[in-house]
């Protein structure tokens, strides 16, 4: 674990996943992260129970976070979030819209207690207009920005496989976060109040292909394991299997077609000529590459690819990932075990260990009355 922000403490009224996985980081950065839970425990707790009784959901995103429950119906928990709030740096929340208002820990409450502080609200739609006061996860937020359109086999709307959009609105709030630090440690010597939404970051992620509808008159669809506006990139036959390959400018493609395929006369042919073209002409190029791949082993092809500088890889399955030789991984303790999962980039941790419910509460109480 890094120690990059050591001294700093955070306070997080958080559950599920996307501010979990915010306070998460700041952890691994070297924060200390009190998280505040109901006294039935944050609900991502029972998600699952594969890591021998715990979630994996959980155990993924709260390794060495102090857990404290809380009831803020009663009067000694709100004042013992008003003395946290007090001595915090960071105050993360991501209850339904209009909670901490109503509990008065609305930014300017929470400014008036600590005019330093840093606190981060995280909803599914903002904080205003008529989408604010519904309720947003990560799998209806991909829906409802059109990701499952184009996502998918065509015709096919799909979700992605992993909690894409509160991993992004995470990292996300997380950088912001950080934004806010610099700027009241340089600049302007005081706290300030982040307002981000599931809806806002994804939406913006897909500002390609709504660019395409908008200014293209395009309608984008799912394209497999293809891409759909740069081609060839996706999967191809060969003789004994599926291979991924990337070419991403004009050069590649030379080289693909003049190393690779033995097919110079390619490059120039009007229906491939620019990546446009590739593009619209998809099926009749794969139609042409799966004819040499299909005539070679993919270690072959792999090699040949490599050579001419083609971006190659495996279309691997999690059994594959398991194993891979790219993967780090850290140790994390939960309920008397200790399971291998992956690291992330930056994170130095090991062996950082996952509250049980309340754990810290009787301490966290003591500290702070």
């Known amino acids: 674990m890094t120690n990059d922000l050591d001294g700093l403490l955070v306070i997080s009224l958080e559950q599920a996943v ?21 006294p039935d425990g944050d609900f991502a707790r029972k998600y699952d129970d594969i890591l021998d009784g715990d979630s994996a959901y959980f155990v993924w995103l709260n390794s060495g976070k102090e857990s404290v429950t809380v009831d803020l119906k009663s009067d000694m928990d709100i004042a013992l979030l008003q003395n946290l709030i007090k ?64 996502t998918g086999p065509p015709g096919q709307p799909s979700k992605v496989g992993a909690s894409i959009v509160d991993i992004a609105t995470g990292l996300t709030a997380y950088g912001e976060i950080l934004k806010k630090l610099i700027k009241r440690g340089t600049k302007s010597g005081s706290g300030a109040h982040i307002e981000l939404s599931l809806f806002e970051v994804l939406s913006e992620w897909l500002s390609v292909p709504l660019s395409y509808y908008e200014y293209a008159d395009k309608l984008l669809q799912g394209t497999g394991m293809d891409h759909g506006q740069i081609c060839p990139y996706g999967a191809y036959d060969t003789r004994d299997g599926k291979i991924f390959i990337v070419v991403q400018n004009h050069m590649e493609w030379v080289r693909l077609c003049e190393q690779v395929l033995d097919r110079p ?4 042919d009007p229906l491939y000529e620019s990546n446009m073209k590739r593009a619209e002409n998809r099926s009749t190029l794969k139609l042409e590459i799966e004819g040499v791949f299909k005539l070679s082993d993919r270690s072959q092809l792999m090699e040949s690819l490599q050579k001419a500088g083609i971006a190659c890889g495996s279309i691997n399955t999690l059994q594959d990932l398991s194993k891979h030789d790219a993967l780090k991984r850290k140790n994390v303790l939960s309920s008397g075990n200790s399971f291998s999962l992956i690291r992330r980039v930056g994170d130095e941790s090991q062996n950082l260990q996952v509250p049980d419910l309340g754990a810290h509460s009787d301490s966290v109480r003591r500290e702070f009355s």
Not at 265 to 268: D, E, F, K, P, Y
């Open 265 to 268: 006369a390619l490059v120039s």
């Open 18 to 38: 996307a501010a979990p996985y915010c306070s998460r980081l700041l952890r691994e950065s070297g924060a200390r992260v009190i998280k505040l839970e109901r």
């Open 87 to 150: 001595k915090a740096d960071i105050f993360i929340q991501n209850l339904r819209p209009g909670a901490v208002e109503r509990l008065g820990f609305g930014y300017q409450s929470v400014r008036t207690l600590n005019p330093n502080i840093v606190m981060c609200s995280i909803s599914g739609y903002g904080s205003t207009g008529s989408y604010s006061k519904m309720k947003a996860y990560d799998a209806l937020i991909q829906a409802e920005t059109g990701l499952c359109s184009v």
